[in-house]
């Protein structure tokens, strides 16, 4: 039987769950924008940035685990390398590198707000760094 | 243990990702609309294109039933009509705190405040200060589609002169006269009063200048008093220079040696050194309509401004990187404020000013490319677009423009500031050249004399 969590592990494991979140969404909107260079296309930009998303960690975590016996893993390892690797990009992408990558990220927010995906799109300005603005609504002086 | 470390790792990452992201400044971005409903109501954007050009341009749209309802509507439609245009902020970039002050004011800060001059005329507007003039050129290079461009710049007019052999694919154009330079430029001499009879050029003088605007009005002046730009050599040392070309404010430790004595500055030549916005000639073209209601906001920003200026000055103190209060207020006493006829006259569109924003960009061109700076040709005609202009003040167009040049009082005390050897054979042409010399300097008396046996027309200080 497994022994019950302390509230530390409990505690490490809600910051890993956000940090692998957070990281997954910046990570899958920095290729959207990456493939938007090549295609407007919403599908293709989805279905490649989500591969990448998932693709990245998933050879990472394939080189971390022991190449003979994968069970004799520090438990944990599966979890700690995907939110480094998803971490490192949306922080290479989004955090450090924004000054480069705005124009892609305002732009991938565009798309998002033509398709009429409004909560994506105001979620991808902010991590733009815009603050997105509404045309005035018609007869609304 | 390791797996401790690993999490404070993971910890700092997401700490660090957070707050990047959450403390960064944020520009207004004008979303798109959706496709689907762009496609859906496509009447309703052409009808309200029509009535958006008309109201604009001044031309009353034909009313069917109220009045009040007929204003609401065409207003509501000349918004959609701009921001379906331009889809975004109109981006602006200064090299300077004064030169943005009016916009800044109009804008209510760096971006559209709500209530704002520029968010009543239904567009949006991102104010940037930047250190150099190189910045602004690399702004206006990627355009206001780049998060980090710029539409329109705001820069005194010889600097978008030196610029302009870089900017020419663009086909930058002046649209607008945001205010005058007013004693920012000051001309040293080595000894008083070396402009105060006409130069015979012996050779070539050393001049050293702290910028492109102080540079015009060294050469300018020399030019007047005899001493062409080809026989001035701009640069090298200060103490080895007959004349410096200094801009405030003043250094205080200027090597002991170099020109000390103050000759004119631009307060005396408040018409020489426009500060001017300019923008490529695609934006103007494409976006005559959101230039004109930048200008209106802006024309509303710059009386508010000089109507209380203490005011404005704590309120632009409050953007970040700005100046405190009182180095703005001191600043902001070097530009003369324009009102509507004035800029007018400045762009040609009223008035027969002879030191239209035209003339002196010809007349700077020839001074910078005869002292070496410029090497190609002036433009054939000089790039100024009048139609944002007389598309926000169509009242302001073909009328006989600003304060004609009436003779002005001298004083005893009058020093002649500048002396300009009158060597054209007819009279006409004599005062044809008093007239510009009294354009330029609009508040100095101006006179016609004869010194030696030969005729000079000479500038006097102002009353």
Redesign the interface.
Known sequence: MAARATGFEIA?RA??G??IA??AL?TFVAFSSVVGLATGNGWARGIVGLLLTLALPAVVVDRSLPKNDPKKA???LVA?AT??VL??V??VF???G??LT??LL?HE??RY????HDVL?HVV???A????????P???? | M??KV??V???A??L???W??GT?????????????EEAAAPS?SQQ?TAPADSAVGGQAPAEAGSVANAE??D???A??AR??AL?R?VRVVAPSWELAAALLVANGGR?TADGSAVRAT?I?ATVDVVAAERDVEARLARGGG???GADVAVVPLPDFVASYERLRALEPQVFHVAGWSHGREVLLGARDGMLAKPIAPAGDVAVVAADTSSEVLALFALDEAGQPPTKVRLGGDPQNAAYAAVVRPLSGDRPTGAPAKVLLSTAEASQLVPFVAVAARGFVEAHRDALASLLKAWSRGSTALFDDVPSAARRIAGEPGAPEPAALLERLGWVSPVHPIDVAVALGLSGSGTATVGALFALDWRLLRDAGVLTSPAPSTPPVAKEPFAAAFPETTGGEGGAANTPRATTPDARVLLARRADKPDAQATNDDAAWLSSVFPTCPVRVATRAGATVIEVLSPP
């Open positions: 490490q910051v890993k956000v940090a957070a990281g910046c520090r438990p944990g700690d939110a480094i971490l490192g949306a922080l989004v955090g450090f924004q000054p705005r124009p305002v927010g565009d707000a033509e398709d009429g799109a300005y902010f991590l760094g815009v603050r997105p603005v509404d045309a005035p018609k007869g609304d002086h | 390791r797996g690993v999490f790792v993971i910890a990452m997401l660090v990702l957070v990047l992201v960064r400044s944020r520009d207004p971005h004008v979303m798109p609309a959706p496709r689907a309703a309200a609401k509507d207003a509501a439609a918004t959609d921001v379906a889809g902020a971006m239904g949006e780049d998060a980090d």
